[in-house]
Structure formats: C-alpha cells, structure tokens
C-alpha cells in the first residue's frame, strides 16, 4: 500500500506533455517576480524591480513557447489547460499586482484596485476555459479571445519598470496621490483598473 501511494506523485508527472514544463516554467518565473519584489521591499534597490519586470517577461515567452508546442506535437490535455491557467493567474495576475504594489500602490483603494485587476484576471481565464470549446467553433484552435488575454498586463509591468528607471517609485510615483475619505489612492492604479476591466468585458480579439 505505502509503494501504491508514493508512486501516485510520479505517476501524475509522467503524464506531463513537453509543453506542460514550459507552462511550469511560466509559474516559477511568477513566483520569482514576486520574491523580486519583496526583495526590492526590504532593501529598496531597484535592481529588483528590474528582475522581477524580466521574470515576468520571461514567464511570458514560456507562456508563448507552451502553446507553439503542444500544437507542433498535437498534444494537449485539460491538465495542460488548467496548468496554463494557473500559471498564468500567477505570473500575469499576482505579480504584476504585487510589482505595482511594491513601487508604491499601498493605499487602501490601491488594494482594492489591485484585487479587482487579478478577480478579473481569475475570471477571463475561468470564462475561456469553460467557452473554448464554443468559441473553436469545432476546430482545434479558438478563433478569437473574448475580453483582452491576461498576459496584456505585461504592458503594465513594461510601465513600471520604466517608472523605476525614471526613480518615480514610491512618494515619487507617476501622477502623485489623492486622499480621498481618510484613505490613499495613486491614480496610476487605474490603469490596473482598465486593464481588469477589459479582461472581462465581451471586446472580441482575433487569436494570432
């Protein structure tokens, strides 16, 4: 019995397809965007906003490559799907709020909007994973995305690292900040707003 239960963590491993590794590889470049920025919150070198902006690019790339192979070997599986979500949720929804709000998006409606941008990131991916199928229109390749991917959020993370370049982090962040009912709020962190909003709404956008 104890060989049957051991052996169960293996055997899910060697149902992974190549591109499912890529997809991994998507998540711990995530992960270490969010290390980088906690780093940078301790020791207040930007270098680690820079590293965790890379990370996230390059959580990208793999998020691209995943794809390009499943399909060059034609094998894809739930498990990839769900695998590629999860992923993505992590480098393209967590990290870029947590970036944001390590560059200085602490307030309390900064929060709120950082929150509100990954629950429309959770929801865009939910929403294509349950309509995919609809939306292949019977082939093998969803034709278009409902609502903007949430790999877009690398824009907002491209912005931060130049906001970072530019030392306009923290009390120097882009726009200042208003106090609004006792509580901050950075007007950059609306754009994180808009970006969340779009993920949602019914905009179509042809899949390349």
């Known amino acids: 019995m104890t060989s049957n239960k051991t052996s169960k963590p293996f055997s899910m491993i ?80 967590v990290a870029p ?22 629950a429309c990131g959770v929801s865009r991916l939910a929403r294509y994973n349950v309509t ?8 093998d390749k969803v034709k278009y995305f409902e609502g903007t991917p949430i ?11 130049l906001a970072a370049w530019f030392d306009a982090l923290g009390p120097n962040l882009w726009f200042g900040e208003l106090m609004l009912a006792g509580f901050k709020l950075h007007p950059l962190v609306l754009l994180f707003a808009l970006s969340g909003s779009l993920m949602i709404s019914r905009i179509r956008i042809p899949k390349l």
């Open 14 to 93: 060697r149902e992974f397809q190549l591109a499912d590794w890529f997809t991994l590889g998507n998540a711990i470049c995530g992960t270490g965007a969010i290390f980088s920025t906690l780093s940078y919150l301790q020791s207040d070198d930007r270098q680690h906003v820079y590293y965790a902006a890379a990370l996230v690019l390059l959580a990208l790339i793999f998020d691209v490559l995943d794809g390009r192979i499943a399909r060059w070997r034609q094998k894809t599986s739930i498990l990839g799907r769900e695998l590629d979500s999860l992923a993505d949720v992590i480098s393209f929804g």
């Open 151 to 161: 790999p877009t959020s690398i824009l907002l993370v491209g912005l931060l690292a």
């Open 132 to 139: 995919a199928e609809t939306l292949s229109e019977g082939s």
């Open 97 to 118: 709020a947590v970036i944001a709000y390590g560059c200085g998006m602490q307030g309390l409606y900064d929060r709120v909007v950082l929150a509100y941008f990954v």
